[in-house]
């Protein structure tokens, strides 16, 4: 039977519906095998550490004298300041590392009799690590001084140059987390690619391990971060 005109056109339209199909269908599971083999990714965290020596020193030093008359025991906290500004000066520390942040008067009446207490405080800060330790290791001598620190007077050391560490250590942990990414690459037969997404992660400054007792500080810090990267896998 001969076609006509009209049928072989129609026969000509479905062959290329049929052509257009199938090349619609290969592209479109080839786009999404490619798309399952650029989801294929592995999250690891990787870990920096340094150890780092703090670079200040802060004392919050708190003293008091205690008595019945008020110019008496004024003249008597006087006494424990200038006694502590010379102990200082005798470690060699500069006038200006020593500033009083204040003081208070507490009295108080017992059976008749006024008590009066005067507390002083002062704060010693100074960037000189090594002679703000030996004035830790030698304040017995304030005591001989005549001068008695209250509780919770304490060196407190710190390290402020963090910004100076924190570009080697991401790269440092960036490192670890790839190594990591590695070996799970290895274990499933595949291999790292580039870095899908990073979190920075926190930076932690502390004692190092087996340095601080728990009731003193140390100038021997160490300094943590942990960042989390998920890397492409090929």
């Known amino acids: 039977m001969a076609l006509t005109y009209h049928d072989k056109l129609l026969l ?11 090349g619609g269908g290969y592209l479109l599971g080839d786009g ?3 798309a399952r083999a650029a989801d294929r990714s592995v999250t690891v965290r990787g870990l920096a550490e340094k150890d780092v020596t703090a670079d200040l020193a802060t004392w919050s030093i708190s003293y008091s ?4 008359d008020l110019p008496a ?3 008597e906290i006087d006494n424990n300041t200038r006694e502590l500004r010379a102990y200082f000066a005798s470690l060699g520390f500069k006038p200006d590392a020593l500033t009083a942040t204040g003081a208070g008067v507490n009295q108080y009446i017992n059976n008749g009799v006024n008590t009066i207490t005067i507390t002083q405080r002062m704060l010693l800060r100074t960037t000189d690590i090594a002679r703000a330790q ?3 290791a030698q304040q017995f001598d304030l005591v001989r001084r005549g001068v008695t620190l209250q509780e919770g007077s304490g060196m407190r050391y710190s390290f402020t140059r963090l910004n100076d560490v924190k570009p080697p250590m991401v790269a440092a942990a960036t490192r670890d987390a790839r190594a990591a990414a590695e070996q799970f690459a290895r274990d499933s037969g595949a291999s790292v690619g580039g870095i899908k997404s990073a979190t920075q992660g926190y930076f932690s400054i502390e004692a190092r391990d087996g340095e601080a007792d728990g009731s003193s500080d140390t100038p021997y810090k160490k300094v943590r ?3 989390t990267v998920d890397f492409y896998l090929n």
């Open 73 to 75: 025991v004024r003249a």
């Open 65 to 68: 004298a205690t008595g019945f």
């Open 134 to 136: 030996r004035a830790v």
């Open 12 to 22: 000509g339209c479905a062959a290329v519906l049929a052509l257009g199909m199938v």
């Open 32 to 34: 999404l095998k490619r």
């Open 225 to 227: 971060v942990v960042t």
